[in-house]
């Protein structure tokens, strides 16, 4: 884990921006290192991504929405009409976002000047036309919306489905590399972790990880990884005892080995009113 200012490695830059408003977004910037070229995803602050972009001598040439909620895509026009930036995003999402130029389907590359490749996933749950970026880089980066927050997972009350969530995870996000980085949508990693306290009080991790971060600054936000996450993030302990024996004081009547199905969908349950 680390608190980056700017991620960098051989081919990508990301930027990450902190929007500093009630929903705790983040925004980024995904920068070919040759050529300037940037991605902005979610650009919600339209004004910090593109006053960013100038600072640093960007050319802002495409946007992708995550899925189709309003504080992911509320600074789609004003980014475009700047840059002339053309606007990706899943494709369903079509009569949800407005003048979408490309429709991302699974296993689409998205490609950002001549050094960065971004693998499209179709990751139905906090939508049904919801899309994560896997970047083909070392180590791999997964800009995952609200689908996977750290130490978290992403509701389903507008628009999404809790069984397609716990798929999307079991599916593909367990099958990801370790050292994948995670990049959310939203900071919510404090709350997050206090979650899985709840749940787990004895997760040594996950209390070094909140000592951490609760006072951090969120311009230098914590970057985790898969590996961590796996540690400290409860909607991936599906079979930790500790998990399961505060879920069923919870829930009385959960099998006595229950399935990691519904381990999940009773702690998604469970989030939405903790």
Not at 156 to 176: I, S, V
């Amino acid at each position: 884990m680390f608190f980056p200012e700017l991620s960098v490695n051989a081919a990508m830059i990301v930027e990450q921006i902190w929007t500093g408003n009630a929903w705790r977004n983040f925004n980024y910037l995904i920068v070919c290192t040759e050529s300037g070229e940037a991605l902005a995803v979610d650009p919600l602050d339209h004004e910090k991504c593109l006053r960013t972009a100038k600072q640093r001598g960007w050319d802002i040439t495409q946007v992708l929405n995550t899925h189709e909620h309003g504080d992911h895509t509320g600074g789609n026009a004003q980014v475009i009409a700047a840059t002339g930036a053309r606007l990706l995003a899943h494709s369903n999402a079509r009569r949800m976002i407005p003048n979408i130029d490309v429709g991302l389907g699974a296993g689409d590359v998205v490609k950002v000047g001549r050094t960065v490749e971004l693998e499209a996933l179709d990751t139905p749950g906090h939508t049904m036309s919801h899309i994560c970026l896997l970047s083909h880089s070392d180590p791999p980066a997964l800009f995952c919306g609200d689908t996977l927050f750290n130490a978290g997972a992403g509701n389903c009350h507008n628009g999404g489905h809790p069984e397609e969530l716990y798929t999307t995870f079991a599916r593909q996000l367990t099958r990801l590399p370790d050292t994948t980085q995670v990049y959310p949508g939203h900071d919510y990693i404090a709350n997050n972790l206090a979650f899985t306290l709840d749940r787990e009080p004895d997760n040594e991790a996950a209390k070094s990880l909140l000592a951490a971060v609760e006072q951090q600054d969120p311009e230098r936000a914590l970057v985790t990884n898969l590996a961590l996450e796996k540690e400290v993030n409860t909607f991936f302990r599906l079979h930790s005892p500790g998990v399961i024996a505060a879920l069923r004081r919870e829930f009385p009547d959960l099998p006595d080995a229950p399935d990691e199905k519904t381990v999940f969908l009773k702690l998604r349950e469970l989030r939405n009113r903790w």
